[in-house]
Nanobody, 115 residues
């Protein structure tokens, strides 16, 4: 069974920083592409960032230069470091991967940026 468990969300002031974590189990984490998505209130879920097994990364334009995705394969853990946050970053953040042709999602962690 595949499990993705996010943590690290909370309330942060505008301009502040936060680090999210996602612990994975049930997959060969070190070869999996891992992704972060987010869904703001009243909006569709959107891509935030991804990291491949070789460490190469991609970011949405809205977070490029402010967010950093990383992974620790020894811990089966994915991270998202968020800096210079603003109100538009307020959302539920989800960890996602596709494993054996099936999409798996975490339960999400809530992030609120206060202005």
């Amino acid at each position: 069974q595949v499990y993705l468990v996010e943590s690290g969300g909370g309330l942060v002031p505008a301009g502040g920083s936060l680090r999210l974590s996602c612990r994975a189990s049930g997959i060969n984490f070190k070869i999996a592409r891992m992704n972060w998505y987010r869904q703001a209130p009243g909006k569709q879920r959107e891509f935030v960032a991804s990291i491949a097994s070789d460490g190469s990364t991609n970011y949405a334009d809205s977070v490029k230069g402010r967010f950093t995705i990383s992974r620790n394969n020894a811990w089966n853990t994915l991270f998202l470091r968020m800096d210079t946050m603003n109100a538009e970053d307020t959302a539920d953040y989800y960890c996602q991967t596709t494993w054996k042709s099936t999409d798996f999602w975490g339960q999400g962690t809530q992030v609120t940026v206060s202005s």
